[in-house]
């Protein structure tokens, strides 16, 4: 039997600002990535997601970025690796605060876009990365794009690693996620993003554009919540998924 | 024999700017309150005095302000008592983070500027600082300004609450501070302020203006950081009463 | 023949968020507000605005507003009147330049939000925002609500003043506009709200709720453009408007 | 009859931070590059140097940088050309309001530390400056780094180009500025900067470190209000010009 989580980055808004729809995401992911207040998220919606997903038994996370509300955290900014671990650590000990004052507790740690990007391709960003995890509290967990140079990096300090994959995105034959705006890149159709997901989980590899597979554990499948049928497709990536006798759960206990 | 704590607001600065001489003054306190980048500070700036502070057995506190740079945190921003709540958790959170990255670690809470001065006058403000404190954690001591609401607000919470009073600043009839401007507000010589809380420390008792005890545990001084002469008043403070035979020290263990 | 202006607030997203439709509001009414960057809208937003504007005759405005992304505009925040000149005059300079570079030009100036509100109803508020128009250039014309302070304001600093009722909006016995969340506050259904500002722009005179009648000049309709039916509302008034025979046109001419 | 102008980079403060001595600096230069609010400055701070330049006779320009109060506008960020045009366009705006506010009059503009070298370096930052430029008011003159890119890109745009030098900087063989950390990039002796600068006004050329004369007008010296000895470096300067019968005065008529 095969199990595995689905996840989406929420609480995306700022003051009066929101992007998707979290109270219907939140019922059907299993893992909530909750943006820190850097590139989006504040106090209040941090606390708001925190306490739904508990009421829902979703796992959360803390899901940093670089402080830039304005590009929303998309754009490669210029900080050396020793500076982005100390913003890592301090939005995730924000997370961990929030979390506990609704009553739930942050179990993993995702970057958020341009830190993602990059803390997946370059081994110094990636271990900077998995330090700040390490030096904050170890028992995190770090979600790593699978095959990416963060899932190395983690193991190197220790990290239980949870190793992503897309629903929406597609593997080119260089292992790494087809850059959006190339032809492929983009899977819009549910049937067909659930069809992507369901063979790597059962092949327990990636498989790449070209229909090459790569072994590698698949944990978390990450559905977007910010396009127009996020709702939709991660409903019926869901059902897919289920249909096809895999168990949709969290990597971790999600009782408090 | 008496023992008492010296704090000081540190990590006041934000990026190239600065306040204060915080290498000096950790050299002097015993407890150091770090601006957690909502008024002041940046991840930089706090994981650098936490690790000096470290290194010289300086305690160290969160001291989280309303989200308020150019204002410093010195004007009541127009927030919620429940908002307040989320705000000083989400300070908390990101200041233990970063000082358990620095090797060190996050002892105490002290409310900074306007939202200090309404958390000691406004019962519902008080308990909403108290609330956030025992939320994230109740390990944590609350300082608060002798007599003060936030006392009785952090007993009510459960949290072991610090007795404060300020090396520079006088209490008026009233039993509160008097306010900036007034005549008597300010005690600007080192040997005058020494010996105003050095007379507190040993009544166990604040003295106010008019030269009333009003009889109170006094655990810590408060020697401000950002004036022209805050290092020689600290210093001369610490100097008259250690030849008083005060032992100026934490009031936690300070070896991680 | 009468002629009527309608205005709305545009240009109130930031960055990767939006707030409504500002592209179908702009092939409806005949002037534009634009956040200028202080509690929405940036350089991108304003100059996109700024030329769309244009090329659909409609006429533009600054729109100041408290420094407060976070909470939108919508708080009062603690600046002295003093302040609020220079905060105003700043967000006036930004406008005017991004509107010249998008081959526009600003006309008038309408304060958002808070400061909107308290300019409405605080004499020294209203002064303050008149004085910073007439500072900057006084041929810029200033929005004010009809019957309020800032009517006067505008008046003794020479300006000229744009009188201006809401289509959704109604005015209560004390002529002020009815506190939103009171009975009677918001008006929702297209036809009433036509039915409202039609029977003011023809009576030359502020209805209030209890069917009194203040003789006001009546200048600018103001559309709300980030409810969800907005734009049907805002079409909805035009429409019964035109069709009683007003002209909808700016109050100033648009070709620039 | 030699005369040149002496500028500074000034109102670098932020709400309770401040950097450098404003107030003296304006005794001594004849320009003052004002920050704008995106790396430095806000509206009181603006007004205040506005104000104190008009009484001392001192022009005033715009000093738009980067949207980085963290970095203080000393790290490239990932904006596009296009995306600076306008960020310029906005800034440029905020402070001609402001100092038409003040009583004051902004004459031209020039970037801000890292919009400044990468202005000074590539040709399509060079030009959106200058475009910018342009495009709010053709009648503003740029400011540029005597041989650098901006000067041939403000040209091609029809701007009135102001060459400037550094009292403090030394120019590479490659006739750009030594990059700091470099040997010999920084001129700290207050008698060698006159000399250095001396010798390229009477020469009417950049001299490089190596010796070699590249002729140029020179119309102003930049000198830096922001390091310990600033005050000093910039009157030994003037002193020494003076002295050798150089007139020392603004490039444009500063009576408004």
Redesign the interface.
Known sequence: MRTIDLNSDLGE???????GDDAQMLSIVTSANVAC?FHAG???I??DVFRIARENGVAVGAHPGF?D????G?????YSAS?I???V??????????A??AGHRITYVKAHGALGNIAAAEPEIAAAVAR?IK???PSLRLTAIALSELVGAGRAQGLDVIHEIFADRAFGEDRQLVPRGRPGAMIEDAQQAAAHVLAMVEARAVITIDGTRHPSPIDTICVHGDSPHAVALARGVRQRLEAAGVVVQSFVPTSV
């Not at 509300?69 to 929303?72: D, K, N, Q, R, V």
């Not at 650590?89 to 929030?98: D, F, K, M, S």
Request: no cysteine.
């Open positions: 808004g700022y003051g009066a600002y929101s992007i207040g504040d106090p209040e941090m606390a402080p509300l304005w590009g929303f998309r754009r490669r900014m210029p500076e671990e100390r913003i650590a301090y939005q995730i000990g924000a997370a961990q605060a929030l506990v004052y700040a030096a904050v509290d």
